[in-house]
């Protein structure tokens, strides 16, 4: 059975995440849903990462296999038109070897996560964007990052339901930069490591939210952080500022895909 990579991206308001569910809507779901429209039959895809619900996704990447060979071009015309009227499409499509895996092929997954510090509501980025009535000292939560890079127990930045089996992650950037933003003054964190655990990127950014209004310090994340207790972490941020942006692999399969 041929197996194809797809690049994806949806926007995760409508949906409970990634994962299928049996009583509502996922992202997974969708997709699969619309594979069974082309070859009739139960599909199942794997994913690079599982998004909560209301994350959204500029580069998530899934895989899937079916019974006949497909033009990669073809297919993901096909896939998005069964996908409407869904915030989802497949923007790459590539054939790749069977061993081929989106989840344990990766390298490295990159998020990225938006902050809008304006007063007045947001409306072309409204729940594109975490918004925030006053403007936030964006040195500082970078001082606060410093000390989350590398290798560290991140049972304080870890959900409580969380399934991963040892909490010791090694971060590999955590960049936090003001820009100019189409809505106004946004703050960008730009978060890269292998692999997170959950929660892990909105933890990171509600706390260092506390750190740029002022009611922590930079060194009080160092002293969260080697708690190593999840009582110890700040107000967790909420989803629908976070994108899974990219996804790393050992060759671009992507590269020559056609668009």
Known sequence: MPRYALKVEYHGAPFVGWQRQKTHVSVQGQIEAALAKLEPGNHTIGAAGRTDAGVHAWGQVAHCDLAKDWDPFKLSGALNYHLKPDPIS??????????????FSALERRYEFRLLMRRPPATHDAGLVWQVPHLLDVNAMQAGAQHLLGLHDFTTFRSSICQAQSPLKTLDELKVRQIDGPSGPEIRFTVRARSFL?????????????????????????????????????????????????????EDVFKNAPV
């Open 90 to 103: 497949i923007v790459a499509c590539a054939e790749v070897n069977d061993d081929w895996h989106a989840r």
């Open 198 to 250: 959950h929660n892990q990127v909105r933890s990171f950014v509600g706390t260092l939210g506390s750190v740029g209004s002022g009611a922590w310090t930079p060194d009080d994340v160092k002293s969260a952080l080697q708690a190593q207790d999840r009582q110890a972490c700040g107000p967790v941020s909420p989803p629908h500022g976070l994108y899974l942006a990219h996804v790393t692999y050992p």
